[in-house]
Structures are given as structure tokens and as C-alpha cells.
């Protein structure tokens, strides 16, 4: 039986929601035991019950994420657990993580996964290459292997069961190299509407927009469309948006149901972070530009025309 334990970290008590993709990819898996490690201060474990987790290791008393700290509180579960396979979701705090776990144990490592499975020889991950343009296999040969996840690449689980959880709580301090990293100020992105990575509808903007005045374009569609606006980095790179609002490589990872790629080329790494989107629309005035190849539809026109009558159109549709 091969054992796995998803890493979840928690916020104001609150587990992350990528916790529920790494167990859905683990409930893909026959014949496995599923524990869970939840890091962080005051969690609530009643979110965990009735997604077939058979423990949960709590280690509690950490209200600030600290490197070291996360780190040690980690590897603090994962000592008691003896895993065969760590899922830990492939956001900010799971690259960051995911490597020094990997080095400081001896195990595995493989990053921005987006497929897993078990076979008679072993693991076999799938990951991106080229860019997005190709996938690779990888097989993992017995050692135990931590694996980050891409974000939304696989679902959430959904309950199935009622069935107790066993919780073993601890109660974990910072000491020694912990407290090399301080937290001094903490500033809360005041941006509206609805987190790129939860977004269903996402217009995104690049350097053919132009200007900052001209994402005013783009946020009224989102707006009519119940969306989220996203950009590019060679946007961000300009100063027009936040960089909160960046896509790809560097940026969020995100898989909305409907992409519109307005003045994007459709760089590489750029399309590494929308390869999982259902639906893309690109609009540019390059017939030429490479994110053609991905669209699904394509307008070769300059979007200060489009926008305008598209806008309006589903504003009458939708009302």
C-alpha cells in the first residue's frame, strides 16, 4: 500500500484550497493510504472530514509564514507520517518548500507536475516542457519522492464519506535559524473582484494594450462578464497593472473557462501559466503572433475597435 501525505497549510484558520486538489490526485490512486500534515495556527480539521484522509497531523502555533519555520513544522509531520509520496500544492510556498524538503531528506523532487500515477515500476509524473509546447514522463524508482503540483491541474476531491478523522495535534516554536526571516510589515492587496486563480472568465492585457488608461478597456469587460483582469509580464514590466495581475511562468497559474488574450503575443511563458484554460480567445493586430496558435477563436483587429462593440453586445445579451 503506498502511502501519501498531502501538505495543506493553513490561514487565519482557514486551510488552503489547493489542500483539496493535491487529495483529489491522491484519491486517484488505488490501494493507498492518504494522510494530510496542516501547518499554521488555530485550523480547523472539520474542513478534512469526509474526503477518505485517515490522520491528520496538526502542527499548530504558527500565525506568520516563515521559510524555516513552515519548514521544520513540516518536516516535524512528515518524521511521525513515513510517506512513499508528498504532495505539496506548486504555489509560492510550495516551490519554496518543496526543494529545501527534498535536500534536507534525500528525497525526490519533481516540480510543476501535472499529472501522477502509479505503476509497476514506480511513480510516473507528467510534466510541461518546452515552454508548454510538449509533455515529458518521469518515473520515480521507490525513494520516497516529493511532487508539487501545479495549481489547478487536477480537481478538488469531493466528500464521499463521513468517516472520523484521527487527529494528532502538536503544538510547534520557532527557535535557532527560525527567526532569520522577520515579518515587518504586511500589506493586503485591496484589488477588486473576483483572485485570478479562482477566476471562471479572465480578459488579460499585454504590451499591445499600450497604456495603463487603456486596461480601462479590459476591466469593463470583465466587469460585464462577471470576470477578472490579468496581464502580461511585459505589462506588468511597464507599470500599467499590479503585479498581482501577472500570468505565466512568473506570475499566477490559472485555468479559467474562458481566456481573452487582448494584445498578448502569446510568449512561451506566457502560455505556461493558461495551458490549462478550456477556452482561449486571442485579439491582436499580429496574424502572425504566436498565441494564434493557441486560441481557440481568433480576431486579427485592433482591439480598441473590438472591445468597445464586444463590450456592448454582451452587456445587451447578459442584461
Keep these: 500500500m503506498t502511502h501519501i501525505v498531502t501538505v495543506g ?19 486517484s490512486f488505488e490501494n493507498t493510504e492518504l494522510s494530510v500534515v496542516a501547518v499554521g495556527s488555530t485550523i480547523d480539521t472539520n474542513e478534512l472530514v469526509g474526503y477518505g484522509v485517515k490522520k491528520v497531523y496538526v502542527v499548530d502555533g ?10 521544520n513544522a513540516v518536516l516535524k509531520g512528515l518524521d511521525a507520517l513515513k510517506a512513499d509520496i508528498i504532495l505539496l500544492s506548486g504555489d509560492s510556498i510550495g516551490r519554496e518548500l518543496g526543494p529545501r524538503l527534498a535536500i534536507r531528506k534525500g528525497f ?7 499529472k501522477l500515477k502509479e505503476t509497476n515500476q514506480g511513480l510516473v509524473v507528467t510534466k510541461p ?24 491541474a487536477h480537481d478538488k476531491a469531493l466528500k464521499s464519506d463521513d468517516v472520523a478523522v484521527e487527529i494528532e495535534k502538536v503544538t510547534f516554536e520557532a527557535s535557532g535559524f527560525d527567526g532569520l526571516v522577520r515579518i515587518i510589515e504586511k500589506l493586503k492587496d485591496e484589488g477588486e473582484g473576483v483572485k485570478l486563480e479562482d477566476a471562471k472568465i479572465i480578459v488579460a492585457g499585454g504590451r499591445g494594450v499600450g497604456s495603463k488608461e487603456n486596461f ?6 470583465a466587469l460585464v462578464l462577471g470576470g477578472s483582469v490579468g496581464a502580461s509580464r511585459a505589462a506588468v514590466d511597464a507599470g500599467w497593472v499590479s503585479t498581482t495581475l501577472q500570468i505565466g511562468q512568473t506570475g499566477s497559474i490559472v485555468a479559467p473557462d474562458l481566456y481573452i ?4 503575443s502569446g510568449a512561451t511563458q506566457h502560455m505556461a501559466g493558461v495551458s490549462a ?4 480567445v486571442a485579439i491582436n493586430t499580429d496574424a502572425e503572433a504566436p498565441i494564434f496558435s493557441f486560441a481557440e477563436y481568433g480576431i486579427v483587429d485592433d482591439y480598441n475597435v473590438i472591445l468597445p462593440v ?3 453586445k454582451l452587456r445587451e445579451i447578459l442584461s
Excluded at 497549510?9 to 484519491?27: M, Y
Excluded at 488574450?261 to 498578448?264: L, Q
Excluded at 484554460?277 to 482561449?280: C, E, S
Design 277 to 280: 484554460a478550456k477556452h482561449i
Design 216 to 221: 480601462s478597456y479590459l476591466e469593463e469587460l
Design 261 to 264: 488574450a487582448v494584445g498578448i
Design 9 to 27: 497549510f493553513a490561514s487565519d484558520g482557514k486551510l488552503n484550497k489547493s489542500l483539496f486538489e493535491l487529495i483529489g490526485a491522491a484519491k
Design 129 to 152: 516542457v518546452y515552454g508548454g509546447k510538449a509533455e515529458a514522463e518521469f518515473l520515480n524508482k521507490g525513494e520516497t519522492a516529493v511532487v508539487l503540483l501545479r495549481p489547478k
Design 62 to 71: 504558527l500565525s506568520e509564514y516563515q521559510p524555516e519555520s513552515y519548514l
Design 310 to 312: 464586444l463590450t456592448e
Design 108 to 114: 525526490s523532487l519533481f516540480s510543476d507536475v501535472i
